[in-house]
């Protein structure tokens, strides 16, 4: 790993949604679905997100790539903030920073067809030296991610979910990025598919340095392919790590919990996994302390009164919790 | 009780270049109270399949043929009318994409209300309630304050189980899901999975299920069904399927799956397991198997002539010139 400067860092970001303003403009209820995040990604590098649905991934990709402007905090890219950045300076930082989205087709333009879709960064982003080497790049693409050249002259609703994803990956992949934030983006491909694109995002990532911000559900894919995990809860993390780290010695219990439920892929062996009791509290109000104590088997009043914060435990290895290895202390 | 049945489904696209020969012969039966998962490639034509029995496919460019018979009418021959009263009431479906397919300038209160009042007859108030107790069911946390969010300000995953929870107000006969839980957690996905399973013990719904995870498959289907370039390869019990896989394409799959543990290896992340080469144009008709051009068994005949779906033991179906003769070398 790098030792220089990272490429991306987020410094107690920070985001809010503010739902349904009253008659007197004031909202009537906060979403905190990022508060006080801190981590860093270097160039080469992949940093998964992992948690619930609903605690903040796509809204800190989002944040990110600067399509929601956070609402404390700083992102900083080769150290340079680019959090307040506008005009010129955030079209450059488009051209390098590309996200792949969750849901594909509410993110491709219907009406057009998927060779313009692929070569418009191209032009946006002063890319296109002459009409034959932009059509030997989109060919390119579409090679890379494994649909048939005559993608090119079609439009979306024509392709299948996961073909469309590869579409979109395809775009994201076209300006040749430094960053890319993929949110469940190979979610929806079979698992061939699936790792035909893994590993060609691996090629390129030991090729040109590509960083990757990984956002999956699929922790199975998520081992196999990161160089580190964050782990998130209602807006926060609780644990980052290297993947061994993570995989062979999560010390957080909500890690630990997550880790425990993913389901087997054999029909022999439908052992009751171990799930995760207790309501998700809601992020319009979270509960004091630790946001886990409402669901932590092992919460104590420290828990419920003070919000631990991120400290590292040994390595590369942080986790906010107030205790170093409460699973193992309470067994 | 046998609830459908779905002979040497075909369904072709007309494009400016040509058909599109999406679904080429697809043939599964399902009866009351059972799960069918149908499995498969990127593009082998499962959503297409679950669109036709939808009777959701644009008449303009899509070619039917073959037969889809529901509760014993064929389901190609109705009129959009009739497919309207089906729609929604005896058959529920999730859709892929959850965003394209919620209304973005409707309220999910008003979406879960509106199918409920067209199908249910239930007051604005009742249909309200009962939109509000379906949020809790698929575990969204203060859906009273929900309930009045627009589709774009829910995560992914919430919106997934906002379709999860229109599609089964209705309770219907037939549950179409596809790929009902790609963006949930775990913890999520087990939770539907708990309330399908649910409803189909309380009112004997058939599931179609189609997805990518082989563990939800494992979990939850009685039968598989494993498609390829539009045609069904196999067909087996999902204990027999996992066990003894015969389609030289479905034992690839079975192969590939990540497994967690692989941070425990040496070294540095390594390349995950793929099926080498790409899946055929579906531009082109395919003489012989459509898995040919990739499989390391392949020999002449399997570029010359199609195999058939043929029975090789009790239940299970395998389209193969090589099944018997053991490709499992
Ligand atoms: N535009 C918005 N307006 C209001 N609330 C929002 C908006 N976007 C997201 N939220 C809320 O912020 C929280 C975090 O959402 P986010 O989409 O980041 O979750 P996620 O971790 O990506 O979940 P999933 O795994 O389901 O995709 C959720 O409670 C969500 O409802
Ligand atoms: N409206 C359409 N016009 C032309 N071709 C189409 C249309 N809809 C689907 N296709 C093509 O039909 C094939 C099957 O698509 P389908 O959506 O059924 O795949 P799928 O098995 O659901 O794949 P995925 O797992 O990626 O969702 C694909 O090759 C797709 O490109
Ligand atoms: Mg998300
Ligand atoms: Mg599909």
């Known amino acids: ?331 | 009780m046998e609830l459908l049945n779905v002979q040497h489904l075909r369904t072709h696209f007309r494009s400016a270049e040509g058909a599109v020969r999406a679904v080429e012969d697809v043939s599964f039966r399902l009866e009351t109270g059972k799960t069918l998962a149908i499995v498969g490639e990127s593009g082998s034509g499962k959503s297409v399949t679950s669109l036709s029995i939808m009777g959701l496919l644009d008449k303009k460019t899509a070619r039917n043929s073959g037969s889809i018979t529901f509760g014993g009418r064929n389901l190609l021959t109705l009129s959009e009318r009739e497919m309207r009263k089906i729609r929604g009431n005896e058959i529920g479906m999730v859709f892929q994409e959850p965003m394209t397919s919620l209304n973005p300038v409707l309220s999910v209160g008003r979406q879960i209300g509106e199918t409920l009042r067209l199908h249910q007859g239930l007051s604005r108030q009742a249909a309200r309630t009962r939109a509000i107790d379906l949020l809790r069911l698929v575990d969204i946390p203060a859906p009273e304050r929900r309930i009045d969010e627009y589709p774009h300000q829910l995560s992914g995953g919430m919106r997934q189980r906002v379709m999860i929870a229109i599609a089964l107000a209705c309770e219907p006969k037939l549950l179409i899901a596809d790929e009902p839980t790609t963006a949930l957690d775990v913890t999520v996905q087990a939770q539907v999975l708990d309330l399908m399973r649910d409803l189909q013990k309380r009112t004997g719904t058939a599931i179609i299920l189609i997805t990518h995870d082989l563990g939800v498959v494992a979990d939850i289907a009685d039968r598989v069904i494993v498609m390829y370039a539009g045609r069904t390869v196999e067909e087996a019990a999902t204990a027999d399927l996992y066990a003894r896989p015969m389609h030289p394409y479905t034992k690839g799959l079975l192969a590939t799956i990540p497994r967690l543990g692989s941070s425990l290896l040496p070294g540095e992340p390594a390349r995950l397991e793929e099926i080498p080469g790409q899946v055929p144009s579906l531009r082109k008709p395919i003489h012989g198997c459509a898995f040919a051009g990739r499989c390391k068994f392949s020999v002449d005949l399997c570029r010359s002539k199609a195999p058939v779906l043929e029975r090789k033991s009790e239940g299970h179906s395998v389209a193969c010139h090589l099944a018997d003769n053991g490709v499992s070398a």
């Open chain 1, 1 to 331: 790993m790098t030792t220089c400067a990272p490429l991306l860092e987020l410094r107690n970001l920070q985001k809010h949604y503010f739902l349904r303003p009253n008659l007197l403009g004031k909202p009537t209820a906060t979403v905190h679905a990022l508060d006080d995040v801190n981590l860093t990604l270097s160039a080469g590098e992949t940093l998964s997100i992992v948690g619930e649905s609903g605690c903040g991934k796509s809204t800190l990709g989002k944040t990110v790539v600067r399509l929601h402007q956070p609402t404390d905090g700083q992102i900083l890219l080769d150290g340079r903030r680019v959090d307040q950045i506008g005009g010129a300076e955030l079209k450059a930082f488009r051209a390098r920073v590309q996200v792949v989205f969750q849901d594909p087709y509410s993110s491709l333009n219907p009406r057009i067809r998927v060779r313009d879709t692929l070569s418009e960064p191209l032009h946006n982003f002063g890319l296109a030296k002459d009409a034959a080497a932009v059509t030997q790049r989109v060919e390119e693409l579409l090679d890379m991610v494994g649909l048939p050249r005559d993608a090119a002259g079609r439009y979306p609703h024509e392709f299948s979910g996961g073909q469309r994803q590869r579409i979109a990956i395809a775009r994201a992949l076209s300006p040749r990025p430094d960053l890319i934030v993929c949110d469940e983006a190979v979610s929806a491909l079979d698992v061939s598919v699936k790792a035909q694109i893994v590993n060609l995002l691996g090629d390129i990532q030991k090729k040109t340095g590509l960083a990757m911000l990984f956002i999956s559900h699929d922790l199975a894919i998520v081992e196999h392919l990161t160089h580190r995990v964050a782990v998130m809860y209602l807006g926060r993390v609780v644990e980052v790590g290297n993947r061994r780290e993570i995989f062979g010695n999560a010390l957080h219990p909500y890690t630990r919990a997550l880790i425990s439920a993913v389901p087997q892929p054999d029909p022999m062996n439908k052992t009751r996994r171990k799930l995760l009791t207790g309501d998700v509290p809601s992020p319009i109000a979270p509960p004091p302390g630790c946001r886990f104590n409402t669901r932590c088997p092992f919460a104590t009043d420290l828990c419920r009164a003070e919000v631990p914060v991120l400290r590292a435990v040994g390595g590369t290895h942080q986790i906010a919790c107030h205790y170093d290895n409460l699973v193992e202390a309470a067994a």
